[in-house]
């Protein structure tokens, strides 16, 4: 096993027998990123090392004392290789720690893994580039929050690509406000179609996008018609990339 190579910003961890890496602490990851960003301009890898060390942040040493390390799969287990939970290993971090992932995570309360869902606390390790719904009801816990993120991270890859098309090149304002036009009333008690349906592969987005537009043109006299124009550009837009996908 070689010397960890090292760039500005990062420091490699060595990889085990098994081909795992240690997982590191979110406050031993922000103590290494302050070291590394000395050394953006300095060749001296030795000095790195030597500033690491001292710290008991050397590569090894951490590899030598992780309670958690991280497989080719991305799975976290423990040094004998059984499978921890998330929540298992949240339950190892210190204060410090829980509360870099807290402010990464923007939640507003302080993150109590004992009170976590399996996913919840999945989702605060994962983050946002890699939130899961492990139940499938179409919502996605961070810590004890809830979001409701549309297209479902469950939904067809198809569907995404489609709400890709339909919404490239939108304003970002618009997209929040359509995305959260087409999920939120399917978070409401009693809703005919709910989140969760949008995974399946049977999904009637034709009828879905075709009530929604009834609905739009229905309650145009109550709204300006300029935003009636906008919101039946977008479902039109959508329904005919849902389309292009053989979903309507």
């Known amino acids: 096993m070689g010397e960890p190579t090292m760039n500005a910003v990062a420091v490699a961890m060595p990889v085990d027998a098994l081909g795992r890496t240690p997982y590191v602490k ?20 030795a000095g790195l090392m030597e500033e690491l060390s001292a710290l008991g942040l050397h590569p090894y040493q951490i590899a030598q004392n992780a309670q958690s390390f991280i497989s080719p799969g991305g799975k976290i287990t423990d040094r004998d290789g059984k499978a921890q939970s998330a929540k298992e290993t949240l339950l190892t971090l210190n204060s410090q720690a829980l509360e870099i992932l807290q402010n990464n995570a923007h939640l507003a309360n302080a993150i109590r893994p ?23 009801d179409g919502l996605v816990e961070v810590g004890e929050a809830k979001l409701m993120i549309f297209p479902p991270l469950n939904s067809p890859k198809s569907v995404k690509d489609a709400w890709d098309a339909a919404t490239a090149g939108m304003d970002k304002g618009d997209k929040l406000t359509f995305s959260g036009m087409m999920g939120l ?9 709910q ?5 399946s592969s ?29 919101v039946e550009s977008w479902l039109t ?12």
């Open 114 to 136: 004992e009170n976590l869902s399996e996913e919840g606390a999945a989702n605060v390790l994962n983050g946002k580039d890699h939130y899961i719904d492990l139940n499938n």
């Open 26 to 45: 979110p406050d031993q990851q922000k103590l290494i990123d302050s070291v590394t960003a000395k050394y953006a301009e300095n060749t001296s890898f």
């Open 185 to 193: 009333p399917l978070n409401l008690p009693g809703a005919k179609n």
């Open 195 to 199: 989140l969760s349906d949008m995974s």
């Open 202 to 230: 049977g999904f009637n987005w034709g009828k879905l996008m075709q009530d929604m537009l009834y609905s739009n043109d229905a309650a145009r006299r109550y709204n300006r018609p300029e935003m009636s124009d906008k």
């Open 237 to 248: 837009n959508f329904l005919g990339a849902l389309k292009e996908q053989g979903l309507a």
